[in-house]
């Protein structure tokens, strides 16, 4: 008789969830996911209105988030991306020239002198001082925990940056990858950004971004890998914790019910992590809510016609940080445009009412770009995820637990864990890819019970 498969079961069906249990399938595992939402993606998700599907929010990745192209292509979704032939990211200014922060085809970091030597945004002064600071940045080690004391900004001003300079420049990178200003961010994360994506390899920091609905590119995709390797989804099961059971086992605890596993990955926010572990399973977890979240919203407005050709590009000197066109992805071939403006760190923002952003914004849409001044917003739609990411502040790094708990067979993931990264996509893949070799590592060690038990 066939032993039967060592058994993991993920709690969260986010992207580290999904990735976790992709991976353990891989790995010969019998996979049952746990979402308690009815829909899988966690913070990677989509809705229709009227016809037009709309995102919750425009994520992007790099070609160095080398986890997550993986992911896309194990389940399938790698044809439904665009990733730039070589970074070129427009940088718009109300009334004013349109620069670029793009690359040559030479080695990092001369890849992108040519476009500093050029920026109409920075005066020759300025971009002569962003140079000598990016050639320090590049000296720095992301993985020295001593510069977790230190704020991006505080780096930079000791390196001559001044105000203008950091919003012109620095800070159209650092806010969408780690969503808090230079201002407030750790210097740690911010090195990680740079040297990673911009200072060590000249084709890194290639942009790429889904050209369908992210449910689609995601959930969907991940569901059907999971099954068709045999794996369970449940979506709508609430869990109420983890323990350890009377047989040593892990005991996934649901409402109206328990399963037991092999071992259990937790792949959910960290400000509900603790709450789902008995006290001690996490070094610092009284603590986890100390990481805090930083809100990011969206403003998607729909307009008669076509108002630009670009497919994406940065502003300085509005409030709009960075625009996406969404038309291929919402689904229209009317004419009609329809672009989406994502607003990171957006703490000012998160409270106000959709009618009055959508007024504020298309305003600035209309500084921006003359074409839309002329156009009439048809539709138009604001997302918020109020918790999307931790603050990426100071004293973070030894907030971000490890994979492994001191529960026996429990192990955490997501893009809050220690992965190095910010709280991004290839962040919370590469947790769950980690967390699920720890996992069927240790399932695979376990005494086998005859079957999962499942109690009512």
């Not at 992108?112 to 001082?129: D, E, F, G, K, V």
């Not at 092999?262 to 986890?288: C, E």
Request: aromatic residues 6%; proline residues 5%.
């Amino acid at each position: 008789m066939n032993e039967r498969r060592p058994s993991v079961v993920v709690v969260g069906g986010g992207l580290a969830g999904l990735a976790a249990g992709v991976e353990a399938a891989d790995r010969g595992a019998a996979v049952t996911l746990l979402e308690r939402r009815p829909r899988l993606g966690g913070a990677t998700w989509s809705f229709e209105r009227r016809g037009i599907s709309f995102d919750n929010g425009q994520h992007v990745f790099m070609r160095c988030c080398e986890a997550y192209r993986w992911f896309l292509e194990r389940i399938g979704s790698a044809a439904n991306v665009r990733l730039q032939s070589r970074l070129d990211v427009p940088v718009l200014r109300p009334g004013g020239p349109v620069g670029a922060i793009r690359r040559t085809r030479g080695p990092a970091p001369l890849h992108l002198l040519a476009a500093l030597a050029t920026y109409p945004h920075l005066s020759r002064r300025r971009r002569l001082a962003v140079v000598r600071a990016a050639l320090a940045l590049r000296r720095l080690d992301p993985d020295d925990a001593a510069l977790d004391r230190l704020t991006f900004g505080e780096w930079l001003a000791a390196r001559g940056q001044d105000g203008a300079t950091v919003a012109s420049f620095w800070d159209l990178i650092v806010l969408p990858t780690v969503n808090v200003p230079s201002a407030e961010a750790s210097l740690k994360l911010a090195a990680m950004v740079f040297r990673t994506g911009l200072l060590s390899r000249s084709d890194a920091a290639d942009i790429g971004w889904a050209t369908v609905p992210l449910s689609v590119l995601h959930g969907e995709a991940a569901r059907r890998t999971l099954e068709a390797a045999g794996g369970e989804v449940r979506t709508g099961a609430a869990v109420r914790g983890v323990r350890n059971g009377t047989a040593g086992r892990p005991v996934v605890d649901l409402e109206g019910g328990h399963l037991e596993a092999d071992a259990v990955v937790v792949a959910v926010p960290h400000d509900a992590a603790g709450g789902l572990l008995p006290p001690g399973s996490v070094a610092g977890q009284d603590r986890l809510g100390e990481l805090g979240t930083s809100p990011i919203v969206n403003v998607h407005l729909v307009y008669d016609r076509a108002v630009t050709e670009l497919p994406m590009a940065a502003t300085v000197g509005s409030d709009v940080e960075y625009v996406f066109d969404h038309t291929a992805a919402g689904g229209l071939d009317d004419g009609r445009q329809c672009l989406t403006i994502s607003l990171s760190a957006a703490r000012r923002h998160i409270g106000r009412r959709s009618a009055d952003l959508v007024e504020h914004f298309s305003a600035e849409m209309a500084r921006l770009l003359p074409a839309a001044a002329g156009a009439r917003v048809t539709e138009s739609m604001v997302t918020r995820e109020r918790a999307a990411t931790f603050v990426g502040a100071p004293g973070s790094h030894a907030l971000r637990a490890a994979g492994r708990t001191a529960l026996p067979g429990v192990f955490l993931a997501g893009a809050w864990c220690d992965t190095g990264w910010p709280a991004t996509m290839e962040g919370a893949v590469r947790s769950g890819l980690d967390a699920a070799q720890l996992a069927t590592e240790f399932a695979e060690a376990a005494p086998r019970a005859p079957e999962p038990a499942v109690a009512a």
